[in-house]
């Protein structure tokens, strides 16, 4: 028997998506006064207690800071309450200070983070400070484009060559890509947008494998710029096929097709989702690795899914999602809402169980996500007709 919705269903058997985003709107009204209050990375906890993950927001690791400030976003979206905007303007001065003083230690997810914070909070409230925070984010960013390869670099100092991660790309990065077209948009420099595309073409001819499943992440040669191989960090091993990271690559290439209309992208997208949907199996939420072996513990990634489902939205509003997308669609946020995944209890911070978190062991294990959280809560916001205009 399946677990209980977390919410009265409707007549028509469905969640109410409306009340499940309420629910959303509730815990991140009680989340963000403690985030502005120390701003951290708060990425993810077995409990859901976020504040125990003790990152500093200024770490050069932080990715995630911003899926609480994107879920600000969604709540003001919701609500129209401006206390949502107002407690994100207070965490202002500290998103300067990382592009600022502290551009050097920094990485490639200046995308998660600004895209989530200054674009939304730009496109929100009109405020000139975040266009302006926005604009030299993706200057910093796109510092991190290595010309002999075309590709952004992901992880440590753009300075430091001595280490493992000079001459890294990784799939995670095409969700950084809109802040790149944003600042071309914005500011009428074509740089930033050439950047993205260059970024993008690289990962589509080294990344993506002929069976439709992707490299998590790719090195290159770090004089010559010549493709080396492909390598692995957040999935199961190098020639495993991770599921969050097949589901970074289906919202990123749709994203970059919004952008561009390359047909290429696009068509990347669409085989990549297919193959995702088809790797399904009843419990709908992927194994967190579509390719681990025997004795293998298959540990779910709910966060996987809940991206998926907002890739499949955005093929949706393009007009190229097949009716079997929409379908897995509708059936994953409605496995996402039952009492299994979904913890309404209003004590815990965390929304969405048993998101994975990789050990670069190639095991994994269990927890609240961040991520996981702020892609579920989009998922709601943009089913139930709320405008995301950030990506
Ligand atoms: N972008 C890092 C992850 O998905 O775990």
Redesign the pocket.
Known sequence: MNPPLVVETKSDGCADLAAVLDRCVDKTRRNLPDLVAKPASWSRDPRGEYPAWDEAFLSIHN?TTSFFTGMGALAFQRTGDPWFLGQLEKLLPIYDEKIGQCADETMH?LG?LYSLYSVALFKLSGERRHRQSGLNAAAVLADRFVPQGQYIRAWGRVDERDTEYAGLA?I?SL?NMPLLYWASAESGDPKFREIAIKHTDTTLRHFVRADASVFHAFRFDLVTGEPAGGDNY?GHSIESQWA??TA?AMYGFVLAFSHTKNRRYLDASVVLTERFLGLLDEELVPVWDFRLEQGNDPVRDS?AAAIAVCAIQELEALGWATGVMGEYKRALIERLCRADYFDRDPACRGILRNGQ??TRQGEARNAYTS?GDYFLMQALAREIGLEVSWW
Do not use: K, L, Y
Request: glycine share 22%.
């Open positions: 990715w997810d998660f990784i995670d969700m957040g969050r990271g970074w966060s978190v990789g991520w």
